[in-house]
């Protein structure tokens, strides 16, 4: 029954942490999974989940019940606070279910367009480049997928002409996927007066944003800096669809809990899409995890954890900026051929090094260094102990590897 099934193509991200597990030299770096590590690269479990659990598992009703087809209350409506502000115009035309993480969100989000968007034939764009998930996502909700120009492969900085004019270019009413904040894989966000540009050509042309939101608070160490995008095109009027993940910036990689944020044009649509949209959560995964869940709701709601939350924040970011810093410094004063200003003018966990796939399966050959084969690094695995090693590396496989 099985003997027509193709071979799945590897996984980029998996098969490089694959490789790594398996390397025991005393020198690997691995700069290539999407996680915050502390200065000696280890996990970091931010205070406030572990207050967070305390408080849960002394609670004595405390359960293991399944949670409603929505999700945890606690968790979605502060959510939805932190992700359009708590005096935001979309309040009551907005929807907001719990997924499993930021990937749960743009699953069920894409299955839902590919049964009611509008026009039936609208296409998916996705930036060039994005998350390698994204076209995976789409394609496998049965939609087509296609691309808009974002970095300029030259400079390391936003194509902005080349992203506009190619939304002008689009047909009517396309679905368009937006990096909230943070980019992934470079590191590259538009100003707020490049996101006004956007949402102008994108009003003009009909189009459905979609955000992904995966680093709110991660970026620039402040949630609502974060959400500009977002809110903006909220004041302007758009329905819209965002995902949203607690994975970075709470620290909840294997908890998957997530959000998925239905804005809609009037409030009179709400009852039609939340229903639509707990039908596939229900037909999916039944109901949203709950362990994640009752650890973020209960940072959310605690004007004492949520603030300290947010200092844990400004803490991984500030730590992580210093890094782009030092990784700079270091190959400006190695004399290393190129251009490094990119590396902090980039924003977030990821840096788009411009390192050729030559030059990035030399690092891991020869120097133990594990990064996507596009040269993107996860800026958050350097540290104090690492950073020189990375750049005198780097240093001599630009001089040594030819592109």
């Given at each position: 029954?099985?003997?027509?099934?193709?071979?799945?193509?590897?996984?980029?991200?998996?098969?490089?942490?694959?490789?790594?597990?398996?390397?025991s030299h005393p020198a690997k770096v691995d700069l290539g999974v999407g996680a915050y590590r502390d200065n000696d690269g280890n996990p970091w479990v931010l205070p406030v989940v572990r207050e967070a659990e305390r408080r849960l598992h002394s609670d004595p009703n405390f359960n293991h019940e399944y949670l409603g087809v929505g999700g945890l209350p606690a968790l979605t409506s502060g959510a939805?606070?932190?992700?359009?502000?708590?005096?935001?115009?979309?309040?009551?035309?907005?929807?907001?279910?719990?997924?499993?993480?930021?990937?749960?969100?743009?699953?069920?989000?894409?299955?839902?367009?590919?049964?009611?968007?509008?026009?039936?034939?609208?296409?998916?764009?996705?930036?060039?480049?994005?998350?390698?998930?994204?076209?995976?996502?789409?394609?496998?909700?049965g939609h087509k997928v296609l691309e808009y120009r974002y970095c300029n492969y030259e400079t390391l900085k936003l194509d902005i002409d080349g992203m506009l004019d190619d939304m002008r270019a689009a047909p009517m009413g396309q679905i368009f996927v937006l990096h909230a904040c943070a980019h992934n894989p470079t590191g590259i966000d538009p100003t707020e007066e490049q996101w006004r540009e956007?949402?102008?050509?994108?009003?003009?042309?009909?189009?459905?944003?979609?955000?992904?939101?995966?680093?709110?608070?991660?970026?620039?160490?402040?949630?609502?800096?974060?959400?500009?995008?977002?809110?903006?095109?909220?004041?302007?009027?758009?329905?819209?669809?965002?995902?949203?993940?607690?994975?970075?910036?709470?620290?909840?990689?294997?908890?998957?809990?997530?959000?998925?944020?239905?804005?809609?044009?009037?409030?009179?649509?709400?009852?039609?899409?939340?229903?639509?949209?707990?039908?596939?959560?229900?037909?999916?995964?039944?109901?949203?995890?709950?362990?994640?869940?009752?650890?973020?709701?209960?940072?959310?709601?605690?004007?004492?954890?949520?603030?300290?939350?947010?200092?844990?924040?400004?803490?991984?970011?500030?730590?992580?900026?210093?890094?782009?810093?030092?990784?700079?410094?270091?190959?400006?004063?190695?004399?290393?051929?190129?251009?490094?200003?990119?590396?902090?003018?980039?924003?977030?966990?990821?840096?788009?090094?411009?390192?050729?796939?030559?030059?990035?399966?030399?690092?891991?050959?020869?120097?133990?260094?594990?990064?996507?084969?596009?040269?993107?690094?996860?800026?958050?695995?350097?540290?104090?102990?690492?950073?020189?090693?990375?750049?005198?590396?780097?240093?001599?496989?630009?001089?040594?590897?030819?592109?």
């Open positions: 029954y099985f003997s027509a099934v193709p071979q799945a193509p590897a996984d980029g991200i998996l098969k490089l942490s694959v490789l790594s597990r398996a390397d939805q606070k932190l992700i359009f502000g708590k005096d935001s115009p979309a309040q009551g035309r907005v929807y907001s279910m719990q997924t499993i993480s930021g990937t749960g969100a743009n699953m069920v989000a894409a299955v839902f367009l590919k049964q009611f968007k509008e026009p039936s034939d609208a296409c998916v764009y996705i930036s060039k480049p994005t998350w390698g998930n994204h076209r995976s996502i789409f394609e496998t909700a956007i949402a102008k050509v994108m009003k003009e042309r009909g189009h459905l944003p979609f955000f992904d939101c995966a680093y709110q608070g991660f970026a620039t160490g402040d949630v609502d800096s974060d959400a500009y995008a977002i809110r903006l095109f909220v004041a302007e009027g758009f329905e819209l669809l965002v995902a949203q993940s607690f994975a970075k910036n709470m620290g909840l990689y294997g908890e998957r809990t997530g959000c998925l944020h239905a804005v809609c044009q009037s409030p009179s649509l709400l009852p039609q899409v939340s229903s639509q949209l707990n039908r596939l959560s229900r037909a999916t995964i039944s109901t949203a995890s709950a362990y994640g869940a009752k650890i973020a709701g209960t940072v959310l709601e605690d004007p004492e954890l949520y603030g300290e939350w947010l200092m844990s924040m400004h803490d991984m970011s500030k730590r992580i900026l210093a890094m782009r810093w030092l990784l700079k410094n270091k190959l400006v004063k190695l004399g290393t051929p190129g251009n490094w200003d990119h590396v902090t003018e980039q924003i977030g966990m990821f840096s788009f090094t411009g390192l050729t796939k030559k030059q990035v399966e030399a690092l891991r050959t020869e120097y133990h260094m594990y990064m996507t084969d596009d040269g993107r690094i996860s800026v958050a695995g350097l540290n104090t102990h690492n950073v020189d090693y990375v750049a005198e590396s780097i240093d001599a496989v630009i001089r040594t590897v030819n592109v």
